[in-house]
């Protein structure tokens, strides 16, 4: 194509884009958290696991403010967390506080849960033809680019 046919196209809005980015988000993760009941965890209770599992033990305090929300609220989903053997709590050299860090089977039943997500996404990406899955490939590397922007 010459440089005198080329189409020229209008740069495209950052915050259309970051609407429909938003939007694809949120309903890829409904979709794969259909798969979570069968772990037997409240969704509350999966979200503060996750934390615990992949970002490393933290005090109550440190995990409200991840999950953003208050440390009351916090308070009642690690209650819960520990009364089912899914988190423990850890004694500080503050016998005041404690760290919080997931057992062996609360990481278990996160990862499975985290499996059965993938596999799912993972029949979906199956469908695809081969110029899609490397664009869905593709995709998933820009995404993990602009997360680390955020």
Known sequence: MTESNQKIFPLPDPVQIADLL?????????RVRTRDPIS????????????????????????AEAEQVRPPTMSRIVTSLVRS?????TPTDDKRRFRLEP???????????????VELLAQALQSLNPEDLQQAARAAEFLRTLIRKL
Do not use: D, Y
């Not at 938003?22 to 409904?30: K, N, Q, T, V």
């Not at 999966?46 to 995990?63: D, I, N, Y």
């Not at 053997?85 to 709590?89: A, H, N, P």
């Open 22 to 30: 938003h939007s694809a988000a949120i309903h890829l993760l409904r």
């Open 103 to 117: 057992t062996p089977q609360g990481t278990k039943i996160l990862q499975e849960g985290r499996q059965r997500r």
């Open 85 to 89: 053997g899914l988190v423990r709590r």
């Open 40 to 63: 037997g965890v409240g969704p509350a209770q999966l979200s503060a696991l996750s934390v615990l599992v992949f970002g490393g033990p933290r005090s109550l305090g440190e995990l």
